[in-house]
């Protein structure tokens, strides 16, 4: 009971700091109501709305840049999933350490133990930033896999007759829907501006982040730098990741008797040797003793 009135008592605490916190941006006061008015669309998005108009400048004086530009750039990556700003994901891991503070606490006073305290707190501040890597690395699995569609749509085209601005949009229009038409999409866009399409393709590889993606981003500009034929390259990179493709398909395909050791060994065979032998074993044991 000591134990439990003493997380309470962190949990008030807390409570009390949180609503201090609120006073001091200009939350908690009487015309609240009359604060998220201005603000439309459902109550979720008028809290949204308030949080960014009164935490967000505060919370950006606070961190530093090159942390929220990094921020920024894994949002871009994730596919900037519900228009998330930086400061959003740190309040987002600020309310998961809290909850993972109330969580541990909780499992605390059950065990009588404060050791589930810390593992609760870190894992719930981390939890946003895990869900933004799993959104980073399907993203970037949807690319890997409509690539070569994409190459060999836009070696069609440029060998067609189009330039290279008019074949992406072909691919564009044309394209499956996918991270991978986006991100053609934004290039294009930054083309139609007046931007080269150096500058353009550049601008693409830190958005994606990916090796192979880089490599063809890379090879375009050096055929544009060089003079040489948009087609043939276009038509080079694509067998290669086709080719790249089937290898990696064949090392999954190799290692997948390995993979299955461990469940046939652990759940399979133990089945197996208890439907096999557990009646002989039965009559051994029960047999002589019923007779």
Request: charged share 20%; glycine share 10%.
């Amino acid at each position: 009971m000591a134990t439990l009135g003493i997380w309470t008592s962190i949990l008030l605490g807390m409570g009390a700091v949180f609503c201090a916190v609120l006073g001091a941006a200009g939350w908690w006061r009487g015309d609240l109501v009359a604060e998220l008015s201005r603000f439309e669309g459902p109550l979720a998005a008028k809290i949204r709305g308030a949080a960014r108009a009164h935490l967000g400048p505060s919370t950006r004086k606070r961190i530093p840049s090159a942390w929220l530009e990094w921020l920024r750039l894994r949002i871009v990556r994730a596919g900037d999933p519900a228009d998330l700003l930086p400061e959003e994901l740190i309040w987002l891991s600020a309310l998961g350490a809290a909850a993972g503070i109330a969580t541990g606490a909780v499992a605390s006073a059950a065990l009588g133990s404060p050791l589930p305290l810390l593992p609760c707190t870190a894992l719930g501040g981390a939890l946003p930033h895990l869900r933004l890597r799993e959104a980073i690395r399907r993203r970037q699995a949807r690319i890997v896999r409509e690539l070569p569609f994409a190459l060999d749509l836009l070696s069609l085209s440029v060998e067609a007759g189009l330039d290279f601005a008019g074949a992406l949009g072909k691919v564009v229009e044309k394209g499956r829907p996918g991270p991978l038409r986006d991100e053609l999409g934004l290039v294009l866009r930054r083309l139609r501006m007046g931007r080269t399409r150096e500058e353009a393709l550049l601008e693409a590889i830190p958005r994606v982040d990916l090796p192979v993606v880089n490599s063809v981003l890379t090879s375009l500009v050096q055929a544009d730098r060089m003079g040489t034929s948009l087609g043939k390259t276009l038509r080079i990179l694509a067998g290669q990741l086709r080719a790249e493709r089937t290898q990696r398909a064949e090392k999954l395909a190799g290692e997948a008797p390995v993979k299955m050791l461990v469940p046939l060994i652990a759940f399979i065979f133990p089945t197996v040797f208890l439907v096999l032998f557990g009646p002989i074993v039965f009559a051994m044991t029960f047999g002589g003793a019923g007779g």
